[in-house]
């Protein structure tokens, strides 16, 4: 039992240090654990970017899903390059824009919808006021662009480097987006 | 408050703030991803894909390649398609078969002098113009147009009668020109044909060209006195002879067919319709070269005379030839002073001076029939002719052909002979004589021999026409 456990945790233990690439390949033979593991080293990140393209919580949870049932299902699709958050990006975002074409939002109409009728339901998820009220300025604010960098960075506590990278921009374009949008940011909170 | 409190943010709250935001919002929906759901074998998925996009590049590319192909292959198919057939008949027969734009395709011989013709010749591509000038040019080389006595027939075969008739007034214009540059006369007789299996057949039961064919059975169809036994005789003459044949017996072509003749002098058109121009013709340069001649004034007579009966032959009983009230009747150039008639052989002499080239001869009854005859001797003034099977008291007619006056053009003439009643010929004397009127051409001696009735009956002598007719 002893050993049993110590396997289990030792086959854990695994997982948790494989790398996304090897996770994705993992993945992309059906094994459901590294897709668990993928699931849990990337949901942040993941969630952050779709809401930052979605603006609205709800949807960014629907679309997570998705997201992650594309991965699972495609991942024989993924062509090892080292950036599989890159090619997960793309799936979510691909997926973000057909919802938009479903439901023939426009990302204003959005967030109206964030401001308006919705807004209790997201207030309901954060339990400080100051932190949904950030949240909304971001959104509200900033461009889809800058709403990337920052929630990436911010959210998803990802490193400058690792967001240019994913997103497929020079670092230097990643870390002048973030400032912008920061200095945005504050400006608008300041004068609120 | 919140306000107050957020004015104080700095960066780092901000992002403070936004990662517990997130955070709070921030789902776990694993629990909700169906794992059972099949993986999509992608990558074999990619290739297909990859490989659909390729086909429809090649597909396009095809569809491209083909109407290009169409485009193209329709283009060449329309200038590669036999548009019209030309048919030009001398001896030699050829056929050029041209596409819509009266590019020679092909150039065919029909017979043997065909071949000759086209040898070392290769006028595929060429323009029908250039084609036509080059074989108007190879059979003045080859002798078969020569300085008289030419005749070439053009049939022009198209669907459309237009085009038909624009192309074969081309070609007609082009011989015509050629003929002028190398100082040739001929007979050109053009025609425009369709296609029929009945001409076919015969053009191969004959071995003569389409044209040739067709021409022949129109004159035959045209002309009550030939019937289809005597395209046997026709068809191995040449378009020379057949020109001769139908000015000596005065047949109307065809509708159908065109005449011109290249010569000097104005052209006629069609011989059906030009009876007043050519006798007219003809008296103009008679009246020119034969000033002595004072009658001609009488060219109405002559005409009243020729398609008229010939009272004046059988009154003339008397050997003596010369009479000249029949005499007057005599045309301009060509005069005759008196025929005897001998045991067979008739004797014709003539007042005025006269020119023989390939002479050729018709003895026929007043009911059409034709008797075997032959040229004898000629001379300046005087010809026989020997024919056979001829009775006694019987009124016959002759038409002598490749005659001309001293200076003049060659031309037909016409005389009348009574055979003694007594016997063949037995008695010395002869009787006959008297003739008349020395015809031109064409014009109106059809009719004569018909209206010239006689009783007694005749044994018909298959027509043997051109016995003494030498070629060239």
Request: aromatic share 6%.
């Amino acid at each position: 039992m002893l050993f049993m456990g110590l396997m289990s945790f030792g086959g854990v233990d695994d997982y948790s240090r494989l790398s996304d690439e090897a996770l994705l390949k993992k993945v992309a033979e059906g094994d459901q654990e590294a897709f668990q593991q993928l699931y849990q080293n990337t949901d942040r990140t993941m969630y952050s970017f779709i809401l930052s393209i979605i603006k609205h919580p709800q949807d960014a949870e629907e679309i997570l899903q998705e997201v992650y049932l594309k991965i699972w299902t495609s991942a024989k699709s993924y062509k090892s390059q080292g950036k599989p958050l890159a090619w997960m990006f793309t799936i979510a975002r691909n997926l973000c824009y057909m919802k938009f074409r479903e439901q023939k939002h426009d990302s204003d109409i959005t967030l109206e919808d964030l401001s308006g009728t919705e807004t209790g339901e997201v207030c309901s998820e954060i339990e400080m006021a100051a932190d949904k009220m950030v949240l909304l300025a971001a959104l509200s604010i900033l461009k889809e662009d800058e709403r990337e960098v920052v929630l990436l960075h911010t959210s998803a506590g990802m490193k400058h480097r690792e967001i240019a990278a994913s997103l497929k921009i020079p670092l230097a374009t990643a870390l002048s987006r973030y400032n912008r949008a920061m200095k945005k940011l504050e400006n608008y909170l300041r004068e609120e | 408050m919140a306000l107050d409190k957020h004015k104080q943010l700095n960066r780092q709250q901000i992002e403070a703030c936004l990662k517990s935001a997130t955070d709070d919002l921030i789902p776990n929906v694993l629990d909700r991803i169906d794992l059972n759901t099949p993986q999509i074998m992608e990558k074999k998925d990619s290739r297909p894909s990859f490989f659909k996009r390729q086909r429809v590049i090649a597909g396009l590319i095809a569809a491209c390649f083909c109407m290009i192909m169409l485009a193209g292959g329709n283009y060449s198919f329309q200038n590669s398609r036999v548009d019209s057939v030309i048919g030009i008949d001398v001896n030699p027969s050829v056929e050029l078969s041209v596409n819509k734009k009266n590019r020679v395709l092909k150039a065919e011989a029909v017979n043997q002098d065909g071949k000759t013709i086209l040898q070392d010749m290769d006028l595929e591509g060429v323009d029908l113009n250039v084609a036509v000038n080059a074989l108007i040019g190879s059979l003045v080389t080859h002798g078969f147009l020569d300085d008289l006595d030419n005749a070439i027939l053009v049939t022009v075969s198209n669907d459309s009668i237009k085009k038909a008739s624009s192309l074969r007034s081309a070609v007609v214009s082009d011989i015509r020109t050629t003929l002028g540059e190398k100082r040739l006369k001929a007979v050109v007789y053009d025609q425009q044909v369709i296609e029929e299996d009945d001409v076919k057949q015969l053009a191969d039961q004959y071995d003569i060209s389409y044209g040739k064919a067709y021409f022949l059975k129109e004159l035959i169809t045209q002309n009550s006195s030939l019937s289809m036994e005597d395209m046997e005789e026709l068809a191995p003459l040449t378009m020379e002879e057949i020109a001769k044949v139908i000015t000596e017996r005065a047949y109307a072509v065809g509708a159908k067919t065109k005449v011109s003749e290249e010569t000097a002098e104005e052209t006629k058109t069609s011989i059906q319709t030009t009876e007043e121009t050519t006798t007219k013709k003809e008296t103009e340069s008679v009246t020119e070269t034969i000033p002595e001649s004072t009658t001609a004034e009488t060219q109405s007579q002559v005409h009243t005379d020729a398609s008229g009966t010939q009272p004046p032959a059988s009154s003339a009983e008397t050997t003596t030839a010369v009479t000249s009230s029949e005499d007057v009747v005599s045309t301009e150039k060509i005069k005759i002073d008196y025929v005897d008639y001998e045991s067979g052989l008739v004797m014709v002499h003539f007042k005025t001076k006269v020119k023989w080239k390939n002479p050729t001869v018709s003895v026929k009854d007043g009911d059409g029939n034709t008797f075997s005859s032959k040229i004898g001797d000629t001379d300046s003034d005087y010809c026989e002719i020997n024919v056979t099977g001829l009775e006694g008291g019987v009124e016959y007619t002759f038409v002598l052909g490749g005659i001309s006056p001293k200076s003049g053009k060659q031309t037909t003439v016409k005389g009348v002979f009574e055979t003694p009643v007594i016997g063949d010929g037995v008695a010395d004397d002869t009787e006959s004589e008297e003739t008349e009127e020395t015809e031109q051409t064409e014009t109106t001696s059809n009719k004569a021999p018909e209206t010239e009735a006689t009783t007694a009956e005749q044994k018909p002598v298959e027509s043997v026409i051109q016995e003494g007719h030498t070629v060239k």
